[in-house]
Structures are given as C-alpha cells and as structure tokens.
T-cell receptor
Framework: GAGVSQSPSNKVTEKGKDVELRCDPI?????LYWYRQSLGQGLEFLIY????????KSGLPSDRFSAERTGGSVSTLTIQRTQQEDSAVYLC?????????????FGAGTRLSVL | SQQGEEDPQALSIQEGENATMNCSYK?????LQWYRQNSGRGLVHLIL?????REKHSGRLRVTLDTSKKSSSLLITASRAADTASYFC?????????????FGKGTLLTVNP
C-alpha cells in the first residue's frame, strides 16, 4: 500500500490477556518506530528499528512489552498480561534514510482498551 | 521533561483569523518539524525547518526557528474549519540520536465557522 498500515484499528481486551499489534510500513522504508499516545497527551517513544534490528528500545515501559520486525518490513508490538494503564493509542511510523531528513509517516494507530 | 513543549495548550479562533502556536525545546537539534493530528489518530507531517534556517513557508503555513532561544512558531494564515486539529512540534537530536523525534504535548486548535 501507499501508506503505513496498522491493524487492528481498535482492540478491546481483558486485563491479563496478551495482545499483538501489527504495522506494515511504507515499502522501502528502513526505519520503523512505535509510539504510545495516552488521552490528551503527546507521543511517547517506545522503540526504533533500523532494518530488523532495534538499536533503541529505551522507551518500552516494562518487560511486558516487546517488538520484532521481520524481513525489514512488518513489525509486531506485543503486550503481555495487559494492564488497564496500557490503554492508549499505539502509533507506528516509518521513514527513509535515503534522505537526510527524518520525516516520519504515521499509520492511523491501534486504539487499545484494556477492561 | 519534554523536549518539545507547545503553547498554548488550546486555541480557539474564528474562521479567517490567523493562528499562532509556539514550541520550545531544550537541547541542540538538527531539524524541527511540525505535525498535525486529526481526531487522535495518525499524524501528518506539515513542514520541516533545519537548524540553519530561520523561516520557512509552505502554502498558508509559516514556521520560524530561533535556535538562540530554542523556540519555534507555527503560523497558519486565513484559517479554515478544516484546520481544526492538534498540532505537534517534533525535534531530533544531533549526532547519533538524530533518528529519534521527541514530540511535545501539542496545541489543540479549534477553528469555528
């Protein structure tokens, strides 16, 4: 597709369940980012991928959060044993290092609600 | 603390008026960007200004950057109801951390018809 695609767009889960969020970046973009946005807040950086490796995982809030990227393309963010404070919009973005500018292209996000 | 801090937090104006939003940051940067977000979903890149630039225009948008004050402003001229959205500034770091954008909490702009 032409843009960054995220699925599902909405996810409702029960506390304690695991969830997987998916991101399809723009084709050819080597860099991929995950952010979290809580209601009325700015974006909180979670993790950055360059290709399949994650040189910066500093934003992952706990060891319940993990992410992987395969084939330099699709990425999944997994949250284990979800808690109510995990409720937020999870945004994925990708960018190209063919230019010197880090302009990021965002997906529409996954709205996660933990009951 | 946030690298980018926008003010005001919320701004309400009438259609046709100009809207000005400000952003302050704390550390040296390569570039500063402004993004727009509708309805709490994905962000859309609006404009990028390099650290060696002072002003940039794109359509009805004008961005200024003052690196001595570590601040930027976004001016939207002749606003329209469709400009209603949240606006975020984002800064990147110098050197090895230039991949990472740090976003502020945003300014919620409401343009009343």
């Amino acid at each position: 597709g032409a843009g960054v695609s995220q699925s599902p767009s909405n996810k409702v889960t029960e506390k304690g369940k695991d969830v997987e969020l998916r991101c399809d970046p723009i084709s050819g973009h080597t860099a991929l980012y995950w952010y979290r946005q809580s209601l009325g807040q700015g974006l909180e950086f979670l993790i950055y991928f360059q290709g399949n490796s994650a040189p910066d995982k500093s934003g992952l809030p706990s060891d319940r959060f993990s992410a992987e990227r395969t084939g330099g393309s699709v990425s999944t963010l997994t949250i284990q044993r979800t808690q109510q404070e995990d409720s937020a919009v999870y945004l994925c973005a990708s960018s190209s290092y063919l230019t010197l500018k880090n302009i990021q292209y965002f997906g529409a996000g996954t709205r996660l609600s933990v009951l | 603390s946030q690298q980018g801090e926008e003010d005001p937090q919320a701004l309400s104006i009438q259609e046709g008026e100009n809207a000005t939003m400000n952003c302050s940051y704390k550390t040296s940067i390569n570039n500063l960007q402004w993004y727009r977000q509708n309805s709490g979903r994905g962000l859309v890149h609006l404009i990028l200004i390099r650290s060696n630039e002072r002003e940039k225009h794109s359509g009805r948008l004008r961005v200024t950057l003052d690196t001595s004050k570590k601040s930027s402003s976004l001016l939207i001229t002749a606003s329209r109801a469709a400009d209603t959205a949240s606006y975020f500034c984002a800064t990147d770091g110098r050197g090895g951390s230039n991949y990472k954008l740090t976003f502020g909490k945003g300014t919620l702009l409401t343009v009343n018809p």
